[in-house]
């Protein structure tokens, strides 16, 4: 299993700033991603958080908009740039741990709200 | 592309009935399926991970079974407690040992 802490739990920005959310995990872990969960729906892959790489992001998502660093195992960032009012959603971000059968741990989630 | 259909976006149960929730996907059959829990304001909690080649799956209450021909899952939970009431995901691997795609949820609600 894995403990997963995300800061921050919840925030109110403006629109046209940037927010930058932390992941830390209490273990290594060699897969960690960052989810996106619109108001009513289901949760969407944003990308896949490479350690020593750039990351591999999903259809729709790109790196300009939703820069993330993975400096080591146990620690990531998600940042959500030039943000609007459809960026309000909760951002989650789950790891796999080594030995898990693909069950993924996630994290309690990021508030945002775009005003 | 892979698609996933919880068909009830919400379900209302009487306690100490038997709750039983849909997963249907319209693509390739997965290597394997997992339902989550979601209470609000928190991340899915992993609870039970079926594999292509097992029919039924069960932990304490929880029941899981897996047709591949009918593209389909389903959840139950037996014995219902206002405690199981929370959001309930479907979850397919999105690639081979990596990500997922998640249904929308059904919403159970389990009353006293």
């Known amino acids: 299993s894995a403990v997963i802490s995300q800061k921050p739990s919840r925030d109110i920005c403006q629109r046209g700033t940037s927010l930058t959310i932390q992941c830390q995990v209490d273990?290594?872990?060699?897969?960690m991603f960052w989810y996106r969960q619109q108001p009513g729906q289901s949760l969407t892959l944003i990308a896949t958080a490479n350690q020593g790489s750039e990351a591999t992001y999903e259809s729709g998502f790109v790196i300009d908009k939703f820069p993330i660093s993975r400096p080591n195992l146990t620690f990531s960032t998600l940042t959500v740039s030039n943000m609007s009012p459809e960026d309000s959603s909760i951002y989650l971000c789950?790891?796999?741990?080594?030995?898990?059968?693909?069950?993924?741990?996630f994290g309690p989630g990021t508030r945002l709200t775009v005003l | 592309s892979q698609k996933i259909e919880q068909n009830s976006e919400a379900l209302n149960i009487q306690e100490g009935k038997t709750a039983t929730l849909t997963c249907n996907y319209t693509n390739y059959s997965p290597a394997y399926l997992q339902w989550y829990r979601q209470d609000p304001g928190r991340g899915p909690v992993f609870l039970l991970l079926i594999r292509e080649n097992e029919k039924e799956k069960r932990k304490e209450r929880l029941k899981v079974t897996f047709d591949t021909t009918l593209k389909q899952s389903l959840f139950h939970i037996t014995a219902s407690q206002p405690a199981d009431s929370a959001t309930y995901l479907c979850?397919?691997?999105?690639?081979?040992?990596?990500?997922?795609?998640f249904g929308k949820g059904t919403t159970l609600s389990v009353s006293s």
């Open positions: 273990s290594q872990v060699t897969m």
């Open positions: 789950s790891v796999l741990p080594s030995g898990s059968y693909n069950e993924q741990f």
């Open positions: 979850a397919l691997e999105y690639q081979a040992g990596t990500a997922l795609i």
